[in-house]
C-alpha cells in the first residue's frame, strides 16, 4: 500500500497527496515556511503548535491559500511580502 500525505492545496482544502509536503504552515497564523524552520522547531517543541500544522507541496500553493512566508526561515521572500503589502 503506497503512503499517501495529507497536504493542503492553493484553495485551502485539504487533500491527499503521493508527495510529501515540501513546506509547513501553522493554520492559526496562517505562516508557511521551511520544514526546517528553527521557529516553527521552538513551537513545536513547547507543544500545541503540531495540533494546527499543515503541508503544502508547493510555495506556491501556501500563497494561493492566504499563507504569508515566515519571517525567520525565508527573511527576503518575508520582506518582499511585507513591501508588496504596503503597496496595496
Known amino acids: 500500500m ?16 503521493d508527495e ?5 504552515g501553522h493554520r492559526r497564523s496562517r505562516i508557511y515556511g521551511r520544514l526546517d524552520c528553527p521557529a516553527a522547531a ?3 517543541a513547547r507543544g500545541g503548535y ?3 500544522r499543515v503541508f503544502f507541496l508547493r510555495e506556491s500553493d501556501a ?3 492566504g499563507y504569508r512566508p515566515c519571517g525567520i ?3 527576503a521572500a518575508y520582506a518582499a ?3 508588496a503589502r504596503r503597496g496595496a
Not at 503506497?2 to 497527496?17: E, S
Not at 510529501?20 to 509547513?24: D, E, F, I, M, N
Open 50 to 52: 503540531v495540533e494546527h
Open 20 to 24: 510529501p509536503g515540501a513546506w509547513g
Open 2 to 17: 503506497k503512503k499517501r500525505w495529507r497536504l493542503v492545496g492553493a484553495g485551502g482544502k485539504a487533500y491527499l497527496g
Open 63 to 65: 500563497l494561493a491559500a
Open 42 to 44: 521552538r513551537a513545536i
Open 81 to 83: 511580502w511585507k513591501a
Open 73 to 75: 526561515c525565508m527573511p
